[in-house]
């Protein structure tokens, strides 16, 4: 079939199945790195701060989502948060069964706007509580690779 003739029959259509050798990378950005780095570095949770609207965003922003100001303040938020909302995980990515069920928590640290999903541990699922207390558990420093996971978890303070 040449490229001017015009399918009229959908079973005419060609189909070709075969493999596309794409590549790509990605990069969590400026925000990203230096909120990355901080955790690898000094086991620290760093938010962005508009001074405008009175807010501090986790995970950090460049631009306020609000005023579209430009946010050159850091600070660290803590490492303590409290349990937003939460699920339990039965299976993996995979769809396989976990041997153990896993809990994801949504994190909110006190007078921040956003927060952190992370996993909790220390703690039975059963026992999860929405607005528990809860605190950081880093990876040891040495084992830190500057991803979001040298958070191992949170667990119950
Ligand atoms: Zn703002």
């Known amino acids: 079939m040449s490229l001017i003739e015009r399918i009229t029959k959908v079973g005419d259509a060609q189909v070709w199945y075969d493999n596309m050798p794409v590549e790509s990378v990605y990069t969590v950005g400026i925000a990203g790195e230096r909120f990355l780095r901080a955790i690898k570095d000094q086991g620290a949770i760093m938010g962005t701060v508009c001074p405008t609207c009175n807010l501090t965003y986790l995970p950090p922003m460049m631009y306020c989502e609000r005023c579209f100001a430009e946010l050159e303040e ?65 990876k040891p420093q040495k084992q830190r690779e500057g991803s979001i996971l040298d958070i191992e978890y949170f667990k119950p303070v």
Do not use: N
């Open 74 to 138: 850091w600070v660290e938020v803590g490492t303590k948060g409290t349990v937003y909302s939460y699920t339990i995980l039965g299976v993996s990515l995979e769809e396989e069964p976990l041997e153990e069920p896993q809990i994801l928590a949504l994190i909110r640290m006190e007078g921040v706007h956003g927060g952190l999903v992370q996993r909790l541990g220390e703690v039975k699922p059963e026992d999860v509580e929405i607005g528990m207390a809860v605190e950081a558990v880093f």
